[in-house]
């Protein structure tokens, strides 16, 4: 028995210094291979660019302090500038440098084959910026107060926010600072109960009763951003993923293209918008795609309609390109199937928010709002010029939109897709879609509606769409977004209308 476990011990200590041994060449090839001038020069102007780029944020956070602005009510970037033209345009120029050295950043990290050094860079300086941005105030919109509000209806109340407005919970704490009450919420049944395990896993940590101060706020805001930074980190790793079986020389700079951008960052870790959410389910379709599961990348896909209807503008692009690719018999198939499932499931994920009686009530209310679009600029020109009845001129500025939009997709579809048309394809076609969608289809745009593309252009991180055009969607967004605060607060007499 001695002899035995002598022996075992022997081999034991060989395999630990077998392992060490191993480990030990691993760390001089790496430190070696990053020690390469080419090598470190790149990696050194990455670290530089992120560095810089974290001091930036830096002054969002100082500039518009969570707690401060938080006792102001429903403060925006505007309000908390000191209503001045010069913070206005200071903090323009802010995000255009942090959008400038991202894309610098990104034009680096494309042309070489990386390593595990790059990935910590990139994953590091993305999570310090999250939590840096995470001591700010939600200046660049408002949407997290009606999260969770509507979030506390269900977890507090037992409400359905997609059968219910707001509006009979108005002696609940925080209803001064939400937006839309009157109107059942716009989103999907997997966001309710996303937002409903925040609202009630905060609720859990605060005394009773809650009271309506800055740190019970904070609070629950805190707690819808860290799920949406958690979400975009997810959709990293499946960018990432993805990006790595089609091409391993570009994995990093897909990652670096998704977790570094600005708008990205600022729409999770300040906005909590559950766009991302959204993308991630989208993501989950195309990783499922990618390896040939086509049913689960279907039920993907439809799931993430249940995030936000949007997702559905996938849909035929999807399809379309399942046809050319397994031929009518096997995709029609495919749907089919994916239809018997989906909709059952969809059918028990609406059952305890009111079903799908829920759903003529909200897509009636969504055809109301217009607002920064094409279609917005043409509705207001056939009633203020031309002098159109309002149910006219609405009908033809949403209807002349859609049909623009549909005409363009098809031709997209059709020019961009062929029978032998592979992963990057699919993305290429979605990505030119829903770009096409939000400039002229899209009833209504808000700067973060630029989540809708940015994982599509992160899988394609040397095209021109991730090194030049969704930066420059991504930046106009953000600027333009912030123009509306600032000269919505400024008391300039050029900028005031006078009838």
């Not at 819808?224 to 990006?243: F, N, P």
């Not at 759903?359 to 600029?377: C, G, I, K, Q, V």
Request: a positive charge; proline letters at 5%; glycine letters at 8%.
């Amino acid at each position: 028995m001695r002899a035995n476990a002598g022996v075992r011990g022997q081999q034991s200590r060989e395999r630990v210094r077998h392992s060490l041994a191993q480990l030990s060449r691993s760390c001089q090839a790496w430190a070696q291979d990053l020690c390469r001038p080419e090598r470190f020069s790149s990696r050194f102007a990455v670290l530089a660019l992120g560095l810089l780029s974290l001091a930036l944020y830096i002054w969002i956070a100082w500039r518009y302090p969570l707690i401060a602005g938080l006792e102001q009510g429903r403060a925006t970037w505007g309000s908390l500038g000191g209503r001045s033209l010069a913070a206005g345009l200071l903090h323009a120029a802010v995000y255009g440098i942090l959008m400038l050295l991202y894309v610098v950043a990104l034009r680096q990290q494309v042309p070489r084959i990386t390593h595990h050094a790059s990935r910590i860079t990139i994953w590091l300086v993305w999570a310090l910026a999250a939590l840096i941005l995470l001591f700010s105030y939600p200046g660049e919109s408002l949407d997290v107060f009606d999260y969770l509000f509507r979030g506390r209806m269900i977890a507090e109340d037992g409400a359905s926010p997609l059968a219910q407005s707001p509006t009979p919970f108005a002696d609940r704490p925080f209803w001064d600072y939400i937006t839309w009450r009157g109107q059942v919420d716009t989103y999907g049944p997997l966001w309710e109960y996303a937002s409903g395990g925040v609202a009630w896993s905060v609720g859990a940590r605060l005394p009773r009763p809650i009271a309506v101060t800055s740190g019970e706020l904070a609070a629950y805001v805190t707690g819808y951003r860290l799920l949406a930074v958690a979400t975009s980190g997810l959709c990293g790793l499946v960018v990432y993923s993805i990006v790595r079986r089609a091409d391993p020389t570009y994995a990093e700079a897909a990652l670096l293209a998704w977790l570094w951008n600005p708008l990205l960052l600022i729409a999770t870790a300040v906005g909590a918008h559950n766009d991302v959410i959204m993308a991630l389910f989208v993501l989950l379709a195309l990783w499922l795609l990618q390896r040939q599961y086509w049913l689960g990348g279907l039920l993907a896909l439809l799931l993430a309609a249940h995030v936000k209807l949007t997702a559905l503008l996938l849909l035929p692009v999807v399809g379309f390109w399942l046809l050319l690719r397994i031929g009518w018999r096997r995709a029609g198939l495919t749907a089919t199937l994916s239809m018997a499932i989906a909709l059952p499931l969809s059918w028990l994920l609406y059952a305890p928010l009111g079903g799908w009686a829920t759903l003529p009530r909200m897509l009636h209310e969504r055809t109301l709002f217009l607002a920064n679009s094409p279609a917005d600029l043409l509705y207001r020109w056939l009633q203020e010029q031309q002098a159109w009845a309002e149910p006219a001129a609405r009908q033809l500025a949403m209807s002349g939109a859609t049909a623009l939009f549909c005409m363009l997709a098809a031709l997209l579809l059709l020019t961009m897709l062929r029978p032998n048309s592979n992963d990057a394809d699919l993305w290429r076609a979605g990505l030119a879609v829903s770009v096409g969608y939000l400039l002229i289809g899209s009833f209504w745009f808000m700067p973060w509606y630029i989540l809708w593309v940015l994982p599509l252009a992160a899988l394609l991180p040397t095209s021109s769409w991730a090194r030049v055009w969704v930066p420059t969607l991504a930046l106009a967004a953000l600027w333009a977004g912030l123009t509306a605060d600032v000269l919505g607060v400024l008391n300039v007499p050029w900028l005031t209308r006078h009838e």
